[in-house]
């Protein structure tokens, strides 16, 4: 874990209300819900953003739509590299021309690249980014994050503006009803936890919702393998405990394990009761359960 740098450079000129507005009318830009389309015009937002990250001057942030560019250019204040990654080809375009405007000096430390964040690799982008840090698209802020966290092993900590519900969500603990499939993934990866909240009225246009920042600290040392064939295997029966998740594990885990029977063996074998249900589960249990051989 990195800590906050003292003193900011501050020499992008950050976007306020006004300048959202010009840039989006002219460049016809015309926000789309589809595409979580909320651009920040508040300076003071997008500067907690990067101070909460904690990124210093050695990262490289990965930041997942870039937008109109309010929070890049905060971050190109701080950090080393930034390798924005942006969905839609107006915006990806127009993003250096607003840099290169707003913050002439730290115009070379940018990257854009134009690419589905669901789907970017790390041979797609020019460095290898250390940090993410974000207001995600909300409908598909928490597939990105996996992903992102999968296909990008030298990401060490991410900062992400989400839907406070789903911020919510990815940071629970085990027990309660918030608790899910999200919350077992993200600990999968790292610790998680709740990192500030975010009023409507910093963006253009105003979500119905309210938002939450979520920060994820990668596991210094990982206490099970984080490869592809481990992590499809924890990850299918965490979507089958989950799918029937007021059913006993044993029941919700019957199809997963080919029979009720073979479910309870794999239960007992991991140690666990197998009429408890998956939200008392942690990631360790999971670990566990995925690991046990399957009979025969
Ligand atoms: N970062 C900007 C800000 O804070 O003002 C914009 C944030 S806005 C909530 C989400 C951004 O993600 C938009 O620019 C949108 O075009 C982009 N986006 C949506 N889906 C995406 C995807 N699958 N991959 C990459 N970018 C995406």
Redesign the pocket.
Known sequence: MTTPEATPRGEAAL?GPAE?RTLAAEFDIRP?KQ???????DGNT?RKIVAVSGVTRDDVVL??????????LALLDVVERVVA????PK?ATRLPTTVAERAPELSGRLDVVL??????LPSQVPAEPTALV???????AVP?LLHLFAAFPSLRTALV?VQAEVADRLAASPGGKIYGVPSVKANFFGEVRRAGSVGRHV?WPEPKIESGLVRIDRYPTPPWPIDEEHRRRVFAVVDAAFAQRRKTLRAALATWAGSPAEAERRLVAAGIEPSARGEVLDAADFVRLAAVDPIG
């Open positions: 976007l959202v789309t595409l979580g389309q909320n651009f920040v015009h997008v930041e997942v739509g870039p937008g109109l560019g309010s929070l890049t990654v942006e969905i839609d915006l690419e589905d964040a669901m789907r970017v974000a207001n995600l698209p909300y409908n598909v990105v503006m963006f």
